[in-house]
């Protein structure tokens, strides 16, 4: 009998680890906090090329950077909080706290978008601080996350 191989899937997995690593590169995550304060300039400007590519930006950030040196970033808050990102949304953490920040931050960032739009600039700085602070909030939850369960990551 002919063995049959799982050869989509283990690829697949491959595709998702190298994301996975390239993505905890602090590089990629502090370079992604710069751009927002970008994405909501070009856009209270009508700047469109800045906007097109800020979000190109956005999307291909996470395999921009290379796979970081494990031992070199471990203490790094941005680098923990990924990973502990990753571990959270393999052990089923879609709901519940600290999903809560994600679900919050949602309305608020997209109300900054309309204000920066709309080119009210009290609105778009009280919403991209605000925005700003529960994404930080949640990768701060993320790296307590990893710290208190990174044997877990194969």
């Known amino acids: 009998?002919?063995?049959v191989r799982n050869?989509?899937?283990q690829s697949r997995e491959r595709l998702i680890q190298s994301f996975w690593?390239?993505?905890s590169?602090?590089?990629s995550g502090w370079s992604r906090v710069l751009?927002?304060?970008v994405l909501m300039?070009?856009?209270y400007r009508h700047d469109w090329k800045l906007l097109g590519l800020t979000i190109l930006f956005v999307i291909v950030n996470p395999v921009l950077f290379p796979k970081p040196d494990p031992e070199a970033v471990?203490?790094?808050w941005m680098f923990r909080g990924v990973l502990g990102e990753q571990l959270w949304l393999t052990h089923g953490g879609k709901s519940g706290y600290p999903n809560v920040l994600n679900r919050l931050n949602v309305?608020?960032?997209l109300y900054g978008l309309y204000s920066a739009y709309q080119r009210n600039p009290r609105k778009t700085a009280i919403c991209t601080i605000v925005s700003a602070g529960l994404k930080f909030w949640f990768v701060a939850e993320m790296a307590r996350y990893y710290d208190a369960n990174r044997e877990q990551l194969a």
């Open 107 to 109: 309305p608020i960032f």
């Open 7 to 9: 050869e989509p899937s």
């Open 25 to 27: 590169n602090p590089k």
């Open 35 to 37: 751009s927002y304060p």
């Open 74 to 76: 471990a203490e790094s």
């Open 21 to 23: 690593e390239r993505h």
């Open 41 to 43: 300039i070009s856009l």
């Open 1 to 3: 009998m002919r063995e």
